[in-house]
């Protein structure tokens, strides 16, 4: 910048050229520009926007795993412990949304355990809920 200083000097004054170059400066501070300031401000309502998704895809994970849980609890009791750490591990929504509406019908623990062996995938060295 030196010696763009010194060949302004040539041709234009001194107050021209310190105004131009506070000019050059200010636009080279991005923080303290107009666009800088709106891509920022995009970026921080987008980013905003995808924590309350993911903020409410975790409520729903949470409150459909509570539900199947409190079901078994009440219905089985401690038989269907086993059952209810699996669906603890779960967070599949999709998967839990499969599980909520057929687990109500089951009127055994048997039926409850055939429900959740046959919607909830093996995972690696998972075994399938046992029978008691």
């Known amino acids: 910048m030196l010696h763009a200083e010194l060949l302004s000097g040539l041709v234009f004054t001194d107050e021209v050229i310190a105004y131009v170059f506070e000019m050059v400066e200010k636009m080279l501070n991005l923080q303290e520009s107009a666009g800088y300031r709106r891509i920022y401000r995009m970026g921080e309502e987008k980013g905003e926007e995808k924590g309350e998704e993911k903020g409410e895809k975790k409520g729903e994970v949470k409150g459909a795993k509570k539900t199947v849980r409190q079901f078994l609890a009440t219905r089985f009791g401690e038989q269907s412990s086993d059952m209810q750490d699996k669906i603890q591990q779960l967070t599949d929504l999709a998967l839990l949304s499969e599980v909520l509406p057929r687990i109500f019908s089951a009127n ?10 046959e919607i909830l995938p093996e995972s690696p060295g998972a075994k399938k809920v046992a029978k008691s």
Do not use: F, H, V
Not at 108 to 117: H, Q, V
């Open 108 to 117: 055994t623990l048997e039926d409850a355990r055939s429900i959740i062996n």
